[in-house]
Each structure stands twice: as C-alpha cells, then as structure tokens.
Nanobody
Framework: QVQLLQSGGGLVQAGGSLTLSCTASGSTDIYTNMGWFRRAPGKEREYVAAISRWTSGITEYADFVKGRFTISYDNEKTTVTLLMNSLKPEDTAVYYC????????????????WGQGTQVTVSS
C-alpha cells in the first residue's frame, strides 16, 4: 500500500502562483509514475500532469497547463510537486495527486493510490 499526503494550495489572485506537494509513504517502490488531476465544481475530474518516478525528465502535461505548470519529482523524498504559475480563475478546483503502478498516464483509472485532495482557488 502507498499513502499519499498532499500539502499546499489555497487562495491566490489571477496571475499568481501556488505550489502543491504530495509525499508518498508505505510501499514506495511499487509505483512507476505520479500524476496530478483536478476536479472543478460541477465538472468531471481531469488530468493535469504526470511524471516518471524513475526518469524525472519524462513529463507530460494537459494542453491547458503547458507553459504554466511544472511537475517535478524527488525520488529521495518520494515527493511530487506541482508548481503552478500564471494561474487563472478556471484553474480553481480540488487538486489530487495520484500514484500509478502501470497504465496510461492521462487516465485516472491507471492510478492506484490517491491523495486526499487540496483546494486551489484563483480569484479574478
């Protein structure tokens, strides 16, 4: 089992920045990548970004965050971080980190473990 504990988030004005972190504990050798998803009020959960935990240079982003968000992973700390710049009101959502043993990075069903979620609110 893997436990994911999220931190960060909060309220920020449009154009501002926030950082989300997610630390894994437990059987941390079993997952191969970590990702971030979000769910805005009244909307479906959507994929944000993912990163390989063994090759940190391999990352993937949803089109709507490319150039604004950066995902990184510290294997020693088993922590994935999402740096969010140039935030927009439409980025307001609950953000979830997740760890996957295998599968398509952008598909929520590929993820086996989930964090508790953290609220990000961007005011206009």
């Amino acid at each position: 089992q893997v436990q994911l504990l999220q931190s960060g988030g909060g309220l920020v004005q449009a154009g501002g920045s926030l950082t989300l972190s997610c630390t894994a504990s437990g059987s941390t050798d079993i997952y191969t990548n970590m990702g971030w998803f979000r769910r805005a009020p009244g909307k479906e959960r959507e994929y944000v970004a993912a990163i390989s935990r063994w090759t940190s240079g391999i990352t993937e982003y949803a089109d709507f965050v490319k150039g604004r968000f950066t995902i990184s992973y510290d294997n020693e700390k088993t922590t994935v971080t999402l740096l969010m710049n140039s935030l927009k009101p439409e980025d307001t959502a609950v953000y979830y980190c997740a760890a996957s043993i295998a599968g398509t990075w952008s598909t929520a069903d590929s993820y086996d473990y989930w964090g508790q979620g953290t609220q990000v609110t961007v005011s206009s």
